[in-house]
T-cell receptor
Framework: GEDVEQSLFLSVREGDSSVINCTYT??????LYWYKQEPGAGLQLLTYIFSNMDMKQDQRLTVLLNKKDKHLSLRIADTQTGDSAIYFCAEKGSYIPTFGRGTSLIVHP | DAMVIQNPRYQVTQFGKPVTLSCSQT?????MYWYQQKSSQAPKLLFHYYDKDFNNEADTPDNFQSRRPNTSFCFLDIRSPGLGDAAMYLCATSRDYLTSGRAGNEQFFGPGTRLTVL
């Protein structure tokens, strides 16, 4: 199986919360990342969490890490149409991140 | 603003016709990466440089080559593109390898070059 797994699609209504989930396999991961990719653009680092943390909040973004289950989630509060993009989870066990396949977030009115 | 620039943004080539993609950076970062990204797939690392030290991923086809003539520029050469090489190619940089645990060693990505092979 893949090292980092994500579901491919998530559809939410504008104003609702979005939760994007990710599982990873490398227990030695020190940092876990969330990247955002808008259409026609490269990946942009949204936020990251160190493996000794279980939660990190940054404005509308909340990252939760369950190290025991190797599960990472990204919650976006008050989702807006501008949040529509592909969100990539990545883990760093060695010196270069391993990316998931990305979750396409579709925000509809 | 400091950034990672990729040219061209869109490249069309013919089957078997060599093509070169370009990446430049104004961040003065030591590490430069090339990724191949196909639809609904994770970005796949092709190779990376630490300064002039070249590192090839084991499963990168020989058809793909790279050059880094100086700190700022890195090129991806596809010697004989096949239909399966059509993809988005992403260049990224980081100040150092992401080993020290310093989150400041994050990767910065360019906008990508969309390659079409006819």
């Amino acid at each position: 199986g893949e090292d980092v797994e994500q579901s491919l699609f998530l559809s939410v209504r504008e104003g609702d919360s979005s939760v994007i989930n990710c599982t990873y396999t490398d227990s030695s991961s020190t940092y876990l990342y969330w990247y955002k990719q808008e259409p026609g653009a490269g990946l942009q680092l949204l936020t990251y969490i160190f493996s000794n943390m279980d939660m990190k909040q940054d404005q509308r973004l909340t990252v939760l890490l369950n190290k025991k289950d190797k599960h990472l989630s990204l919650r976006i509060a008050d989702t807006q149409t501008g949040d529509s993009a592909i969100y990539f989870c990545a883990e760093k066990g060695s010196y270069i991140p391993t990316f998931g396949r990305g979750t396409s977030l579709i925000v509809h009115p | 603003d400091a950034m990672v620039i990729q040219n061209p943004r869109y490249q069309v080539t013919q089957f078997g016709k060599p093509v070169t993609l370009s990446c430049s950076q104004t961040l003065n970062h030591n590490v430069m990466y090339w990724y191949q990204q196909k639809s609904s797939q994770a970005p796949k690392l092709l190779f990376h440089y630490y300064d002039k030290d070249f590192n090839n991923e084991a499963d990168t086809p020989d058809n793909f080559q790279s050059r880094r003539p100086n700190t700022s520029f890195c090129f991806l050469d596809i010697r004989s593109p096949g239909l399966g090489d059509a993809a988005m190619y992403l260049c990224a940089t980081s100040r150092d390898y992401l080993t020290s645990g310093r989150a400041g060693n994050e990767q910065f990505f360019g906008p990508g070059t969309r390659l079409t092979v006819l």
